[in-house]
């Protein structure tokens, strides 16, 4: 979570949540949804977000749970 993201962290979360409907709904029918991450963006935002690089090897760095530090 980040301070004054809550608009783009809400928004993220709503396509990756769609994604998996689609999937489910249509997948039988060859639809397929896939939500791309574009990479790093130098916008005022991105520029505030951790690095999740610096989360290596952390309990919050695990296959269950995206990067907190």
């Known amino acids: 979570m980040t301070p004054t ?3 783009y962290q809400t928004s993220k979360h709503a ?3 769609l994604c998996e ?3 489910v ?3 039988n029918d060859g639809v397929k949804c ?3 991450h574009p ?3 130098p916008t005022a935002i991105g520029k505030n977000m951790p ?3 610096s989360c290596a090897g952390t309990a ?3 296959a269950n749970a995206p990067p907190r530090c």
């Open 15 to 17: 396509i990756n949540r």
């Open 60 to 62: 919050a760095n695990s």
């Open 51 to 53: 690095d999740i690089r």
């Open 5 to 7: 993201a809550s608009d």
């Open 21 to 23: 409907f689609v999937n």
């Open 25 to 27: 709904d249509h997948g």
């Open 34 to 36: 896939f939500a791309i």
């Open 39 to 41: 990479g790093g963006v």
